[in-house]
């Protein structure tokens, strides 16, 4: 952290903050410029965290040097983390594809759903049981009753499951159902639920919030992993803009920045970021192309008939065209993917 | 709601959509225009809540016409809702001044804030004992350590209280202390909470989260209301945009806008939204200027030493100006506030 | 258009309306639901855009049901464009590849360029002579001096030659050395300067503004369709979001909501999207895997000498590694792109 | 500025990077962190403009200290500026407002509002005579004609006249018919026209952009004050952001940063924020109670019949409670309008 004082600052000032940093163990590099003097702060900056410096006199801000996360970052760990969920690895040279319905509805959909999805190549079934809505009036899903059935369906058809936890509760039931927890979007920065499921060690899905920076993100995978669970997987899933032609707008570049700054694997969501069925094999081939160690896509038999968000569902005949395409990709790009299992 | 047909659609594709509508007992109303041929939708546009009508064959679009609130709404309740808590009245003539500390820090430290915003004229005292925090190193609050020396300061100072509650057990805890729940800003689409909360009849302040759009922020009230509590306030405190002079930046109209469209009180929150003690004046009487029915400000008997949050906390004195400038300005809009109690 | 009117609102604020509507030679399709009656105009709406339709006593507000745009839109011509430079062809099924520096500094950097482009099968040498500059103490440009330099690299090296223009004096000059125009992003509402290169009849291509919706965008185009000028290739270069990572956010999904809404070609500028030379590849990798009918990239001979925006320039030993992936891509989604000419 | 090396770069780039500064004449300061060594540049920053440090083996950013530009700020000149135009001073105690119709249309229209504002207590009349509007459909000003019955009305009503200029050709004409040019929120980056303006020496109103951050706006005032033209007066009109509830966010802390980065003073356009009249007395009393130095309202004489924006245009009756509200808040914030003139 480099602190910059004000101009005219006195000699005093400057000494009382270097005291100040001393007195918690870190070294002091004063440098007297032409405009400002700066104080560049040396040693763990997390000890700085509750210690107001931008309010002692003569002091005009403080400019963080360094990324203010540290398991998560490439400098804590500079190789890729491979994350192996039951065999499956994510963020190795395998893409990695989870498919299903935005929310379990009944059996016949989700089994449906989980053998057309298996068939065209996917690893994971997805299914919402507990369903955040903008609305009280719209349908909030099966809860456990969903997740029994989505655990028949992926074990049926070979698959793993994730599916979205949204409180404490929720964690403790789908514990029993699922192999992959999903944290929401609305929920990234429910430190509480982030802690909790970085006690339980299960793999983690942490997608990004609609107006979260790339840093606030990293810092929140870094309150599960505070907690001992290094088995996190981040989700790009569009961030809120002006723009309204899409219901977020993609941020396609966060997969390269990912890539230059965490060691974490990421896959991208281009159902939710384009909220329409029609630009999701678009969006899910350029995520490939950039980079991107897998996908999450929207699934469902039947999506006219779908309870929740059916403009952003796509068929499975659909998935098959974009299974088929990605393993094209795949290759071009240094990856594999096996089209049809 | 109204539903616009793609160009050169069929007969048939107008029918079926009319057919479906109908089925569920609601009005239509087609008219073929030059370009478009839309069809109005008659009746509780909530029956279609989970119809995905968008994919109907022929379908390019629908258009939501009423608000998707209801409870909230002015057109549900015309005339100003005043929630009253043990006396002291929201969004009445008087303005409502709620005050203290970012973080409860110490039995001292809460006590001598409570006596210094009591003494210039706050109703509540503010203070947090459950704190989100981005980064995991940074102080996490005394929970209901926290809440104890809040109770035992508001009571000593003749205010009431008010502090964050971050998940059902805070609910649990809290409510054996404070008198009005706080909803902050990363939980305002925490749906689980927002029932919580709702089903608990204290009345809530709702805070905007940085990204939630007004339609959005309403349909989290409506969550709450939805419970059968309907003592809300709701509480501006920035969004997020490109600009980063300030944390935030203060949707000043949000003020207009929601005494345009909604019954409930709303105060504006300048010191999240602005993020530095400098500019907390300036925007605690743009807001009153503006129509706000109130104001929740951070103030620390010595924010050089505050655990969280100290650049935007401000001091005793600081606040009694300000008390004195809001009540010179609250007589010219129409409202009292008494400075000095 | 649908005009909708106030709860309670009088019949005979219904029958004004009408009136005013008719009178302009506009059908009237009166539709009363539950909460609101709704007016549904049939006609050209082009004729209610000076008429504050909004104001009349008892309307809520209007509602638009078609774009507002026409000349652009798939509606007025389903079928794609394709723009023909001189022979080569943007929008059809081969990719065009525009590259070349940021700014032209020199003859031998403009030369050394060219020949580095073409070899790697760009069509298009691009290059800077009337740059705007954030900052006024910036670099600005050659000018004319520049544009005769880039002439002759470009017929030395058999490319094509593209470089923005800033000011109808700009146009003027531009017209006697470059094939195609360029407007750049802070110019897309200059609405003076779209009139002037729509008057020219040379092609151009129509950059986003950093805060452009699309609507807007194809709104600008329309400018210069409307002057006889239908030779317009659009540009997504990124929009400016809250994220700080990348120079703005390169919104990946324009490439398939144009293809929806518009005939017009679309490419994409990683380089001022990112800002930052190590993820152009990757985003350039997507941007072509999402359907686009080309890019352009800034490439310096020596990008630690470039005297403007030199941190997003690449090498053309970079740019050849982008191009032969690109090649490759390309046959995948159904396009053909020669790397090495 | 800093210069922050990557982790583990050699001691021969850190020297590297010491010599290029050095042989710029600039001085040079190492601190050697735990995680970081980061190099201080001592001098003026402006030399490195067109260096790409960042591009030098081993550097991982640059970060910067001070502000980019100069002559606008608050360290240049630390005492507050008064801009004189033909004696009404902006930026004293006095606040001074702008008003009348979006665009000038006809004699009777701009006679009637010139009279009505200079009633209520208005020193400037505003009308628009070169219209930059999104579609090209729209009425588009009455360029000259318009001009010069906007000098009559002033000098009939004792009032000045600022008008938009939106070309070097427009510059030109208006010159002789306004006191003060007015750059529009489009054209703050079109550097052009800032420095057309900047030649001229008449008092400019400089609007922030949409998109623009308080950083650039500045940067773009210093493109007109480095001609040598310092009377620049700069208009917050409002942001673009997610929120759709009014045209745009006015982004109210803009005034209080201003003034704290900032000598030139700053006033702020209600009408184009909301977009909306109902808004408008709301949002201009708290730009007053903000420390805004003055207003721009677009008032018309019968806003139903505008030919332009007409839904943010208010009365001459509104606009006249609006002096009368604002007179009596200035009294509260230290400054003086007088109502009725």
């Not at 004000?6 to 000494?15: A, F, T, V, W």
């Not at 509805?105 to 809505?133: N, T």
């Not at 899409?246 to 390269?256: C, G």
């Not at 329409?276 to 350029?286: E, R």
């Amino acid at each position: 952290m480099v602190i910059v004082m004000k101009p005219g600052c006195q000699d005093s000032e400057i000494s009382e903050v270097s005291k100040a940093l001393e007195s918690l163990g870190l070294g002091v590099h004063i440098s007297r410029g032409m405009e400002r003097t700066i104080i560049g702060v040396i040693g763990d900056k997390r000890l700085l965290n509750d210690i107001p410096i931008e309010l002692m006199p003569g002091v005009e801000k403080t400019v963080p040097i360094v990324e203010s996360y540290k398991l998560a970052s490439k400098t804590f760990k500079p190789e890729p983390s491979i994350i192996d969920v039951k065999g499956v690895k994510i963020g190795g040279k395998e893409l990695v594809i989870m498919a299903g319905p935005c929310a379990i509805e009944s059996r016949e959909q989700i089994f449906e759903a989980a053998m057309a999805v298996k068939k065209s190549g996917a690893q994971f079934l997805r299914g919402g049981a507990f369903k955040p809505r903008t609305s009280p009036y719209a349908f909030q899903g099966l809860e456990e009753e969903g997740l029994k059935l989505l655990k028949e369906a992926k074990e049926a058809a070979g698959l793993l499951a994730i599916s979205e936890v949204t409180s404490e509760r929720a964690v403790e039931i789908a514990d029993l159902y699922v192999d992959m927890f999903q944290i929401g979007a609305r929920n990234v920065q429910n430190f509480q639920l982030l802690r909790e499921v970085g006690r339980s060690m299960k793999p983690v899905l942490l997608k990004r919030g609609p107006s979260t920076t790339i840093d606030e993100w990293l810092n929140a995978a870094e309150y599960i992993m505070n907690e001992g669970n290094y088995n996190v997987v981040l989700c790009e899933r569009g961030i809120r803009t002006f723009e309204t032609a899409t219901r977020n707008t993609l941020d396609i570049s966060a997969v390269p920045v990912i890539k230059n700054s965490s060691h974490l694997p990421i896959i991208v969501d281009p159902s939710h970021a384009a909220g329409k069925s029609q630009y999701i094999l678009s969006l899910s081939k350029a995520a490939i192309a950039a980079g991107s160690d897998g996908l999450i896509i929207e699934v469902h038999p039947n999506p006219r008939c779908a309870l929740s968000d059916a403009a952003q569902q796509i068929t499975p005949g659909d998935f098959d065209i974009l299974c088929r395409d990605i393993s094209r990709i795949a290759e071009i790009v240094g990856r594999e993917f096996t089209h049809g299992g």
